[in-house]
Nanobody
């Protein structure tokens, strides 16, 4: 088990910005990939952005050019910079991480979710 601590959500006006962060509590966690998913009421959870240990990134088409994912490997932390926010970005955002603990045990962990609300 790896505990992921999320922060940075809140209420913002359309066109505004937020920065989400997610930190893995286990220092022995060697991250393979970290990413952000979101789920709006009545909809399925969807991938927002993903970054891998080899530097690959993936973004949902709806956020390309507006959101940027980055990571600090030394801190086992991933960030999501969200700019030009739209009402349709409103959702609960979940951090996800997978990798090896103590170099041998594979884990796939989820954060508790943080609410992002974009409204005027």
């Amino acid at each position: 088990q790896v505990h992921l601590v999320e922060s940075g959500g809140g209420l913002v006006q359309p066109g505004g910005s937020l920065r989400l962060s997610c930190a893995a509590s286990e220092s022995s966690f060697s991250i393979n990939a970290m990413g952000w998913y979101r789920q709006a009421p009545g909809k399925q959870r969807e991938l927002v952005a993903l970054t891998t240990s080899i530097g690959r990134t993936n973004y949902a088409d709806s956020v390309k050019g507006r959101f940027t994912i980055s990571r600090d490997n030394a801190k086992n932390t991933v960030y999501l910079q969200m700019n030009s926010l739209k009402p349709e970005d409103t959702a609960v955002y979940y951090c996800n991480a997978n990798g090896y603990v103590y170099g041998t045990r594979w884990v796939d962990s989820w954060g508790q979710g943080t609410q992002v609300t974009v409204s005027s």
